[in-house]
């Protein structure tokens, strides 16, 4: 669970420290050179690069004219110098860190006296950018009601097109020490107006309002453009550099933030400084907020498989356990009902134990299923039976006490499953070969548990099930969180991911799996499928589809409707159904219910895929 305050007087004190040692320390060389007889201006404490050159410095009676003032979370203001220097590499704005709730107001010219330093939001291994301040101040208040300095326009004619500079080698992969160039790089642009006022024109919303009260617009609208209004993440490369966040200064007391949706737009202009924060790097933290003109997307609905079609689904239901509000499982019913077109086979991602995130040893899930299954009955659906594997007490993963895990719904109407000494939490699953065709040892059965590929770490579930007298297998997955990447605005470029390691070795046990039922029966069908944490692109999808075992069938969409998931304003695939080799023919849809919608039952979008056995 992420804090709402940007930043902390906690990690204010790390990083402080971390100055003092010199772990961000600029060039002393540089700093002295700046320190002359001639007044210290905000351009000369921002200099050319990411690091300001007087860091860990005193200056004194530095001037500007207040642009705004935060009386929540990292309590400060920001001033800018009106009259600004020839660089455009340096910002003539930069933040006053407070701590305590500042005493000036928007359009004071002032006198700031304090220490020059580099906050990293998140901390100094986040990998986060730093943010350059001056804390400890002292503020004189030379003159009240001035006008702002003009706002800095950012559009698609000002951000260019290409993200980011590669890191320095010679500075394990930071940019940090690199002089900016904001004509080049899009990072590079939005440092060099670290701090300024800037405004932004009427904008589409390509990330939808969240619990903290902030949202993601594009200045391109044209940029990677999703069938459905977002902003479409389609490789390591495409990092949509018109992504920009909002928030407001106002309190929420004093202003409700406004709710909008993907596709939306934030219509007439919205100004105030460029900030920077640990959840999403560059923001707009809005003095003047434009207004949301709603647009018109719903959530969508799969078609329904014809009768001779098996219509397989993944969904991951967000931590669901039976001290959730009934609504939440009423809404989940009715999406698997009316949005999903009650699936034949349900993979579920996420159940948690009968008492949720109260950690007192429960494993069972018996009472989170029947709640469902029920919620789902009541909307008009199937009765679905499920099949499942407890997992061991805290030994998966996810919520501290919730024990998530993967479970299969099936309607038993249409579809039966094969069961074969239920396997439990240790005991992995293998393949045989029963009259010329494949079979699996236990079902439901665990593949693979004890490598260490799964470590605090959901393990997959596999499953044998009949439909018109064709077996179908199904492997439900859970893969390694993306927890401890560095984001795309991080000092090092490219960023760090270090999370993929896990998940390579996930996918290629998964993929070793299919390869035995494949060996013994090359026509088997067979289904992978579920939360796999990451990209159609990336190498973790490679190598589950190593030696063509699996095909990602999100993959033939067209690439502006392949997303499950929005992530700062990036439409991007975590949810996907992988085939094998005998699955020639299928119809495949990714059901944006969740993801472009404030208002969400999970963060996921469901996937479905229909096929003839």
């Known amino acids: 669970m992420r804090s709402s305050h940007p930043r902390s007087a906690a990690v204010a004190a790390l990083v402080a420290t971390a100055l003092a040692t010199g772990l961000l320390a600029g060039s002393a060389d540089a700093a002295e050179g700046a320190v002359s007889a001639d007044p210290i201006r905000i351009h000369d404490i921002q200099g050319t690069t990411r690091i300001s050159p007087l860091n860990g410095k005193q200056v004194t009676d530095v001037e500007g004219i207040v642009t705004g003032v935060r009386t929540y979370g990292s309590r400060g203001f920001w001033i800018q110098d009106p009259d ?9 704005g930069v933040f006053v860190f407070t701590s305590s709730a500042p005493t000036v107001a928007v359009g004071d010219a002032v006198k700031v006296s304090g220490t020059v330093g580099e906050y990293v939001p998140g901390g100094l291994t986040s990998g986060n950018q730093s943010v350059t301040q001056i804390s400890k101040p002292t503020v004189t208040v030379v003159s ?3 006008a702002l300095p003009e706002a800095t326009a950012i559009n698609e004619y000002s951000v260019p097109a290409e993200y980011a500079p590669a890191g320095d080698p010679a500075a394990a992969g930071s940019i940090n020490g690199l002089t900016l160039e904001p004509a080049r790089y899009a990072l590079d642009y939005y440092e060099s107006l670290e701090g300024m006022n800037v405004k932004i024109g009427t904008s589409r919303v390509v990330g939808a309002t969240d619990p ?25 490369e495409s990092q949509n550099t018109g992504r920009l966040q909002i928030q407001q200064l106002a309190p929420l007391a004093q202003q409700p933030f406004p709710v909008a949706n993907v596709g939306d737009k934030l219509t007439g202009t919205t100004e105030g400084p460029l900030d920077f924060n640990q959840f999403g790097g560059y923001t707009l933290v809005a003095r003047t907020l434009g207004t949301v003109k709603a647009g018109t997307l719903a959530p969508e609905k799969t078609k329904p498989q014809v009768e001779q079609e098996l219509a397989v689904a993944t969904y991951n239901v967000e931590n669901l356990d039976p001290t959730d509000p009934q609504e939440k499982f009423d809404a989940l019913a009715k999406a698997v009902v009316e949005n999903l077109a009650s699936p034949d086979v349900l993979a579920l991602e996420e159940i948690q134990d009968d008492n ?15 709640k469902f299954t029920a ?41 039966s499953f094969t069961e074969r000494a239920p396997g439990d939490a240790v005991t992995a ?25 799964w470590a605090d770490s959901r393990k997959p579930l596999a499953g044998e099930f ?33 999370s993929e390691a896990k998940r390579l070795l996930q996918a290629q046990a998964v993929n070793g799996f299919v390869k035995e039922i494949l060996a013994a029966d090359k026509n088997a069908n067979v289904l992978v499928l579920g939360d796999i944490n990451d990209f159609e692109f990336s190498a973790t999808t490679d190598a589950l589809a190593d030696g063509g075992a699996l095909y990602p069938a999100i993959k033939s969409l067209p690439k502006a409707e392949r997303y499950s998931y929005v992530y700062q304003g990036n439409a991007q695939v975590l949810d996907q159904i992988l085939t094998s080799p005998a699955i020639k023919k299928f119809t495949y849809d990714s059901v944006h219910i969740n993801a472009e919608f404030a208002a969400q039952n999970s963060d996921h979008d469901p996937q479905v895929l229909r096929f003839r056995p």
Do not use: C, M
């Open 212 to 236: 903290y009260s902030e949202l993601w617009v594009t200045v391109k609208g044209w940029e990677n453009t999703a069938k459905r209004g977002g902003t479409i993440y389609g490789s390591y």
């Open 375 to 415: 919620a789902i009955t009541a909307a008009g659906g199937p009765a679905y039976q499920w099949r499942t594997v407890n997992p061991e007490d805290k030994k998966d993963g996810g919520e501290p006490g919730g024990n998530i895990r993967q479970v299969f719904l099936f309607n038993p109407a249409r579809v």
């Open 84 to 92: 600004a220097d020839d660089n455009d590499a340096t910002s003539e």
């Open 466 to 498: 009949v439909f018109r007298g064709k077996t179908v297998f199904v492997i439900a997955n859970h893969f390694g969180s993306k927890g401890g990447d560095e984001g795309l605005t991080s000092h090092h470029q490219p960023p760090v991911r270090s």
């Open 144 to 146: 009240s009601g001035n």
């Open 356 to 370: 949720g995130a109260k950690n007192d040893g429960t494993v069972s899930a018996e009472q989170t299923l029947t």
């Open 429 to 453: 699953t293998g393949v045989v070969k029963e009259n010329g065709k494949a079979a699996l040892t236990h079902s439901p059965g665990r593949v693979d548990p004890a490598n260490p590929a």
